[in-house]
């Protein structure tokens, strides 16, 4: 005989047929007569149900081509390898080689602090380069543009640029620092919102990409 | 309804058969033979990080970067597992990674900003959203079942990563516990008994309506 701890242990696998026969046969035999059992399976049964309507969204119609790209550009080789094959030179006879660097280097060195004025050091403005941006997959994608600039207009903001790319429509606009948030969280009713983890620019424009597939 | 586990285990041993031939080719530098594998394999991957991440903007790159590891190590491969095994358990290192960063950098604050959005928004349902649910009787009936969904996509959220994708890799694949114990690296009894816990805790989460019958 089975007991009831057991059953509800191996409920999943009845239900999705994984179990031999003759095990999936006396837990059919159980439930017959187990109400708590019935009523975990029914339950179970509703649960796996549901689970059903939560699937992931379709990968987009070109990532095939998208990942065969980059496999490709990561093929070809970069400016440092192709030095790296200029200067195999220097393993061949490494002692000559080396000297005429070393010389070289001393050359320029030596021109460059003779001939260059002093400058004084100023550090580079760190730049943000990868934006990944808040992606709308509109509900109606025929007004979303306009329902967008009813939206920006609304917390006083401004579109400063709308451009065609291969993912639909890219648009870069300016907003007050505080509305942000709330800003966003109004995105929500122009259709599905995905924020990206940089969605602003090195000016610090929000980028939104209103995309063409409709969910 | 749930897939078969007998449908599971025929597709899966046509897999198996045409990954031989076409990792076999792209050992031997068939770009070709990789491309067919990226098609076959695009959505199977981009689903398991997508349980994993639950984010779509995260997942179609994740999906990416598996496919461009893949290709590297693919002739480290070796035939004594499954190749899609193989893929999933680099899918599984990837979304990690893509977590540990996440971790370090400011997402937890855009977290926070998407669950005010879940406060402050209300639930509604486009026209066209009605009319595409073909079992929906009427409008009512679509918005309570949109409403459960999203309940079920909140009580999903609430598990682990690795949880997530036990339940894509068991459910919805049909994988073998043995085969979700190499991509997760954790041990059968692990893989098994963290599933019917998961199963448990969505059960718990969505108690109030399962008792009501709603489901």
């Known amino acids: 005989m089975i007991n009831c701890e057991e059953v509800k242990l191996e409920l999943f696998d009845y239900i999705t047929g994984r179990l031999d026969p003759s095990l999936s046969e006396k837990i059919k035999e159980h439930l017959k007569i187990c109400k708590d059992c019935q009523k975990e399976e029914k339950e179970l049964k509703s649960l796996l149900s549901l689970l059903d309507t939560v699937r992931s969204p379709e990968v987009s119609p070109n990532f095939v081509q998208k990942v065969m790209s980059q496999i490709e550009s990561k093929k070809r080789p970069s400016l440092t390898q192709k030095l790296i094959e200029k200067t195999s030179v220097l393993f061949k006879w490494p002692f000559p080689a080396l000297a005429t660097v070393a010389l070289l280097f001393l050359m320029v060195f030596i021109s460059y602090n003779l001939f260059t004025p002093e400058k004084e050091l100023v550090p580079k403005k760190m730049e943000i380069i990868t934006v990944s941006p808040i992606t709308i997959t509109p509900a109606k994608p025929q007004t979303v543009l306009s329902d967008l600039k009813e939206v920006v207009n609304s917390y006083g903001g401004k579109i400063l640029k709308r451009e065609e790319i291969p993912q639909g429509i890219k648009v870069t606009l300016r907003l007050n620092k505080e509305k942000e948030s709330s800003f966003i969280a109004s995105l929500k009713s122009l259709g599905k919102v995905e924020i990206g983890k940089d969605y602003k620019d090195k000016d610090g424009n929000i980028i939104i990409i209103l995309t063409k597939k409709n969910s | 309804m749930w897939i078969m586990w007998s449908k599971c285990l025929k597709q899966r041993s046509k897999d198996k058969d045409e990954d031989v031939k076409l990792v076999e080719r792209a050992k031997a530098n068939d770009k070709k033979a990789f491309e067919e594998i990226v098609n076959k394999y695009q959505q199977r991957v981009f689903d398991l990080c997508y349980w994993m991440l639950f984010c779509e903007f995260n997942s179609e790159d994740a999906a990416q970067e598996t496919f461009i590891r893949a290709y590297k190590g693919i002739k480290k491969f070796r035939e004594d597992a499954a190749f899609y095994t193989w893929l999933y358990r680099i899918a599984i290192n990837v979304c990690k990674d893509i977590i540990k960063k996440k971790e370090r950098s400011m997402e937890k604050v855009f977290s926070e900003i998407e669950k005010e959005m879940e406060v402050k928004t209300e639930d ?76 448990q805790m969505l059960k718990k989460c969505l108690e109030p309506y399962l008792q009501k019958g709603e489901i």
């Open chain 2, 124 to 199: 509604t349902l486009s026209i066209e959203e009605i009319l595409l649910d073909q079992k929906a009787v009427d409008a009512q009936d679509a918005l309570r079942k949109k409403e459960l969904r999203e309940i079920m996509q909140r009580c999903i959220a609430r598990l682990s990563e690795q949880r997530r994708a036990l339940i894509d890799l068991i459910y919805f694949k049909g994988l073998k516990y043995k085969e979700a114990s190499f991509i997760l690296n954790l041990p059968e009894g692990t893989v098994k008994s963290n599933l019917v816990r998961s199963l």
